[in-house]
């Protein structure tokens, strides 16, 4: 899901190459003085970039005087580039940045090397996806018939996991559908994409079909975002519940089957060394009226606990007012919320 940006503003950091044509801002303080040994990586939704969620910048003001710095990262799939993206190559990316971010701070301390303080990851939106995804998945990714050219490399544990808005693409859409005007036309221009995209995924060379961008701005997604079959299926999960896509991670009909898959594989894989903070927004415009956020939520601490991970109880949960990226009603507490977490690891 996508989020609007905030305009006319400037702020202070360093940008960083942490791979070959992927780069990190590193928001700093004005003054200096503070050794900010631990870093919290944000990583947006779809269409997200830098400083399109409104509350990273406060966050890092929040956390100015504290050894916590805080770090925007770009992926492949950020602005247009999701819709021929996956979260298999948006986990190894992350990877990288987690490998650089943690050298770079040990090559900050003085005297003996360090291995460059704790390192949490926070998703929005989408972005939880990776965060779910990095957690549970085999480490490396396995191998597909088509992935994108993927390295497969191993990605480094983290030290804690933050999951801000983690809402159902496919319900989402479901969501649009219903509500609109047009929804026999809408629901129509679905089933001819999702027809489309089963028949013919990839062209005769293996490359990504690309879907009609006419169709696919029907279904609300920009109309100026290249969106390939491959994606358009792992974000609609046309056969979920009962076999959901890599992308269908979130959705209130899932069965408690899958989310063992997920959350709970979450101990097993051992990427995490501490508790998982969980932030649903209350007045998410992305949620249907239908969920349950409350009993979500618990069915995914479950989940996580009967896996063997740890669930921070005392953070998460519902933000009351918050829209989906927390620009303006809940953002104190969203804030708080995160600095608790952050100064319990």
């Given amino acids: 899901m996508s989020s609007n940006a905030d305009r006319g503003l400037s702020h202070r950091g360093v940008l960083h190459e942490y791979a070959p044509r992927l780069v990190a801002f590193e928001f700093t303080p004005p003054a200096e003085g503070v050794n900010k040994i631990n870093s919290l990586i944000f990583v947006g939704g779809l269409t997200d970039g830098f400083c399109t969620v ?194 269908d991670l979130f959705s209130s009909d899932l069965s408690d089957q899958r989310l063992q898959e997920t959350f709970g594989m979450i101990g097993s894989r051992g990427m995490v060394a501490s508790k998982i903070l969980f932030l649903y927004s209350g007045e998410d415009e992305y949620a249907p009226h239908w969920v349950d956020k409350l009993k979500l939520l618990k069915r995914w601490q479950q989940a996580i606990e009967a896996g063997g991970a740890e669930w921070d109880a005392g953070n998460s949960g519902v933000i009351t007012g918050a829209s989906h990226n927390v620009k303006d009603e809940g953002q104190q507490d969203l804030i708080a919320r995160v600095l608790k977490y952050l100064h319990s690891l």
């Fill in 54 to 247: 409104p509350y990273v910048s406060k966050l890092a003001e929040a956390l100015e005087s504290s050894e916590w710095s805080v770090f925007s990262v770009l992926l492949s799939s950020s602005y247009g580039g999701w819709g021929v993206g996956s979260l298999d190559r948006d986990v190894e990316e992350l990877g990288q940045c987690v490998r650089f971010v943690r050298d770079l701070k040990a090559s900050r301390q003085p005297g003996a090397p360090t291995k460059g303080g704790k390192i949490v990851i926070m998703g929005h939106s989408t972005g939880s996806q990776d965060v779910l995804h990095y957690l549970y998945s085999p480490n490396p990714v396995p191998k597909k018939e088509f992935d994108l050219g993927l390295n497969h490399m191993v990605r480094p544990e983290l030290d804690g996991a933050i999951l801000q808005a983690p809402v159902s693409d496919r319900e989402g859409l479901q969501a649009i559908i219903d509500s609109s005007d047009q929804a026999d036309e809408i629901k129509n221009v679905y089933g001819e994409l999702v027809d489309f995209a089963k028949k013919k995924p990839y062209t005769e060379a293996n490359n990504d079909t690309i879907l009609p961008m006419n169709l696919t701005a029907k279904l609300s997604y920009p109309p100026d975002t290249p969106l390939s079959a491959r994606r358009f299926l792992s974000l609609v999960s046309p056969e979920s519940p009962d076999n959901p896509s890599d992308d």
